[in-house]
């Protein structure tokens, strides 16, 4: 609605006064346009999930080729850990300082970056937390703990 604006023309308050219409346009609507925008957001986000699709590939096949798989890397850790500090890489006895880095090289030419971690019966769970710490520093992404199932040797 076009606001009313009086202007005095200084001579007198009754006999000068007239009413000019003035249309001012300073302010805008803004709820019609952040419905508006609600509604747009709410049909991209439908909308979205249906367009995404794959394409659909023939990959080239070979008689010749190796799988590919890389070798398991496993610490075992004795029961005689407490008393010597000396774990097992695979069949090499390693002390537990240099482990870090015996773990790394053996991790150059593996693809995955997972150790297996087998624990003796009587080894206490911090003294495996403290082997796993030493794994996770030398950049091992998963620790895996080794276990048997019932009646396994």
């Not at 346009?25 to 803004?30: D, M, S």
């Not at 979205?48 to 010749?64: A, C, E, H």
Request: aromatic share 4%; hydrophobic share 40%.
């Amino acid at each position: 609605m076009p606001k009313l604006q009086a202007i005095d023309s200084g001579e007198g308050a009754r006999r000068g006064r007239s009413r000019r219409v003035s249309t001012v346009l300073a302010e805008i609507n803004v709820v019609p346009l952040v419905d508006v925008m609600l509604v747009l957001l709410i049909i991209f986000m439908v909308a979205t999930p249906m367009m995404q699709q794959g394409f659909d590939v023939q990959l080239p096949k070979s008689r010749n080729s190796p799988p590919i798989a890389s070798e398991r890397i496993f610490v075992n850790v004795p029961l005689t850990y407490r008393s010597t500090r000396v774990v097992y890489l695979g069949d090499d006895p390693i002390r537990i300082e240099i482990l870090e880095e015996r773990v790394r090289q053996a991790l150059l030419n593996s693809s995955s970056k997972e150790v297996f971690l087998r624990g003796d019966g009587g080894v206490q769970l911090q003294e495996l937390m403290d082997v796993m710490d030493r794994l996770k520093a030398a950049g091992v992404e998963k620790v895996g703990i080794v276990s048997k199932r019932p009646g396994e040797r």
